[in-house]
């Protein structure tokens, strides 16, 4: 809050910690984790993102808005009557990928829900090998396969992701303009699966990334304040943000209203090397694996060799 006299929270008076001009409310550190999980909980009966007795994996990086993912679908679970576990990709980024595991490791065993970790190296390559400028593309696309691949084999539903309206927004903007209008199809609080493809379910999808901050920080949960190293720099989100500051409410508008866009879906087939789903001959995931993975393996053969010179030595 800016200075001058302190705000008191609108449900109990207590000094408050934050004030949120979209809603024309402040509250305390006690008052906006309930406020917050009821905005999830509407949200989620509105655009109806879970189904009873659905099984619900959560995809988690440690990240404040996977964080916040997690515990306001553990509160929600037993009201809702679904079922919910954790999946982490350890994406072999250094010592960001260490913490982040450590982390999602603490928030499920804090909230007492299973986490399923899945090596991203299991599949002959890291994204440390990746050696390109579009890392970020190489590592999402990877992510969302290993997802998918893990949801459909081990028999959930639903995958939830934690992308909030900042997210959205600044992709809706970089896809408008390379001209991908059928991306914005995918962008639904739930988008239902097809063929090998799971259903996809986005709660936090009208939450800024600072009411997801907020949550996470007056609900004390651990989380991962450390970007990845690879994060580029997100014009669009600045853009966004002085968007925001000028007209309250503006992220959460847009968002909503994009809802309401036309569907357009490309075509598909199945990758001829695994039989996933792909718009191509081979899909972009097997690529990467041959890619990488070779230059992986070239990696550790040199070093093996260069260790038997120096023992040699
Ligand atoms: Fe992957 Fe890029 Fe995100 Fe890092 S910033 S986790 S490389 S997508
Ligand atoms: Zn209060």
């Known amino acids: 809050m800016k200075g001058g006299k302190a705000k008191k929270c609108k449900k109990c008076g207590k000094r408050a910690v934050v004030s949120l001009k979209n809603y ?3 509250l305390c550190q006690d008052c906006f984790p309930p406020f917050f999980e009821r905005l999830i909980e509407r949200d989620v009966k509105k655009y109806r993102v879970i189904r009873e007795n659905e099984r619900v994996l959560a995809a988690v990086s440690g990240g404040k808005d996977s ?11 037993s009201n809702f ?6 999946l982490h990709i350890d994406l072999g980024i ?12 603490k928030l499920c065993q804090e909230l007492g829900i299973e986490l399923n970790t899945v090596r991203l190296s299991e599949y002959g390559f890291t994204i440390s090998d990746v050696n ?3 890392v970020c593309s190489v590592c999402g696309n990877a992510k969302r396969y290993i997802f998918n691949r893990f949801a459909r084999e081990n028999g959930f539903d639903v995958i939830a992701t934690g992308h909030n309206a900042d997210d959205i927004l600044a992709n809706f903007f970089k896809n408008w303009l390379a001209g991908n209008r059928w991306w914005i199809e995918k962008q639904m609080p739930r988008t239902e699966g097809f063929d090998r493809v799971v259903t996809r379910i986005r709660p936090l999808i009208l939450r800024t990334e600072k009411e997801n901050a907020v949550y996470v920080l007056t609900k004390q949960l651990p989380f991962l304040a450390d970007e990845c190293p690879n994060a580029p720099q997100d ?9 925001e500051a000028k007209i309250p409410g503006f992220k959460q508008n847009f968002v909503r209203n994009m809802f309401k866009e036309s569907k357009e879906i490309p075509e598909f087939r199945y990758c001829s090397v695994c039989g996933e789903i792909s718009t191509s ?10 890619r990488y ?21």
Do not use: D, P
Request: positive net charge; hydrophobic residues 40%; contains cysteine.
């Open 293 to 313: 993975g070779q230059i992986a393996m070239v990696a550790r053969s040199s070093a093996e060799s260069s260790e038997e010179v120096a023992k040699k030595e």
């Open 235 to 243: 014009r669009w989100k600045e853009i966004i943000y002085e968007i």
């Open 281 to 290: 001959e081979i899909c972009q995931f097997c690529r990467n694996v041959m």
């Open 67 to 77: 964080v916040a993912l997690l515990s306001a679908l553990s509160a929600l679970s």
């Open 94 to 105: 250094g010592e960001y990928s260490r913490r982040s595991a450590e982390v999602c490791r």
């Open 132 to 134: 390109t400028r579009k």
């Open 81 to 86: 009557n679904f079922h919910l576990e954790a």
């Open 24 to 26: 024309k409310i402040s």
